[in-house]
């Protein structure tokens, strides 16, 4: 089995795009994420419209992929039309790009380093620091990976993440982060102006939500599920945060289309230069990467994903608030009793 260096070099003949496919698969899905979102407003019934509206989100989430792709000049590098609609697209998404590659950058070269910073991630302490912060810290760390703030990712991670605190962090720096707030509310404020609160709920609020729950829990669960590992930084390997730290997302045919294939999210950690519709062909030709940890979109499995919450170094594995209570209780217990002296 391959390992190691050899291994991130077998994966180098599938970096290689197929630039009409490239296109084709751009082309086709912002074609129909244009008509989708023209159903919200225009077909006849409020069933159809809140159907095209959550195909909208959908569809917005198959269009994150391939401009994620994009930014990691996996496709369509050097071409200026690609680069104008990746920007246009970033800025709509609420993901521009200034911001977006830098901390995505970052992510991918510090995937599952315990003590970096957590830019690009979700933060991940161990029990002993859980346990000796401050009760708001704890407060504080468990909010940004409550499920409600995941599934909340319209607001929480794209518009203040992606947008205000970037720009409030450098406004020099991502002057495109405050664009693409200033035209995300104004588009909205126009449309419930001229078309009131229900074109406003179908056309943007809908697709966003679902777009951004959806993107803020694939990016949790691809790195923080059952059996994931995380390393203090001296130990740390890239291709082993790949394939360790890095989890094969299984999902049916319908949602593998619209993820784009980031399901193989091993793959993509070991080669970022791989096109995304490259991925699955990867995994078949390489049976080192077929053996990689899983996780679905099933509730039980997003129900155990979501019951992380530290790591434990001496149990070498994610545990949940309830075992960090459970261990600090028969810690308790076993802790001798003071021994007093007589004077």
């Given amino acids: 089995m391959l390992e190691g260096k050899e291994l991130i070099l077998a994966t180098k003949p599938y970096a290689r795009e197929d630039r009409a496919k490239s296109w084709r698969c751009t082309l086709s899905t912002l074609s129909l994420l244009v008509l989708s979102l023209t159903g919200t407003l225009l077909l006849p019934h409020l069933a159809l419209q809140l159907l095209a509206s959550i195909l909208s989100g959908l569809l917005i989430v198959r269009m994150f992929v391939i401009y994620h ?5 996996a496709i369509l590098h050097n071409s200026r039309i690609a680069e104008a609609i990746m920007l246009t697209f970033g800025i709509y998404v609420l993901a521009p790009s200034s911001i977006w590659k830098r901390s995505h950058d ?22 002993k620091k859980f346990e000796s912060i401050t009760p708001a810290e ?17 607001l929480s991670m794209f518009m203040l993440g992606m947008c205000v605190q970037s720009f409030l962090s450098s406004p020099r720096k991502h002057l495109d982060s405050l664009l693409a707030l200033i035209i995300h509310i104004g588009g909205s404020a126009a449309v419930i102006y001229f078309l009131g609160w229900q074109s406003w709920m179908l056309f943007i609020l809908i697709p966003f939500t679902i ?35 890095s989890s094969h997302m299984l999902m049916n ?17 070991l080669n970022a230069r791989i096109p995304f519709y490259r991925l699955p062909e990867v ?3 390489i049976p080192a990467l077929q053996n990689a940890k899983t996780t679905t979109l099933s509730l039980r499995d ?19 608030l309830a075992e ?4 600090r209780s028969a810690q308790l217990m076993t802790k001798p009793d003071p021994v007093i002296v007589a004077g």
């Fill in 283 to 285: 995994m078949k030709a």
């Fill in 211 to 245: 777009a951004c729950g959806i993107g803020a829990y694939l990016f949790y669960a691809q790195h923080n599920f059952p059996g994931v590992t995380f390393n203090v930084n001296q130990e740390w390997c890239y291709d082993k945060a790949a394939l360790l730290s």
């Fill in 253 to 269: 045919p319908v949602m593998t289309w619209f993820t784009g294939n980031i399901g193989y999210h091993h793959i993509h950690h």
């Fill in 324 to 327: 960090v209570r459970a261990i």
């Fill in 138 to 154: 704890r407060r504080t760390y468990l909010f940004s990976r409550h499920p409600l703030t995941i599934a909340g990712g319209y």
């Fill in 69 to 73: 792709d994009h930014q990691h000049h």
């Fill in 302 to 320: 997003i129900r155990a994903c979501f019951l992380l919450k530290v790591w434990d170094p001496e149990q070498d594995r994610m545990i949940s």
């Fill in 106 to 127: 970052y992510h991918h070269k510090h995937n599952s380093k315990l003590f970096s910073a957590s830019i690009g991630s979700y933060p991940i302490i161990t029990r």
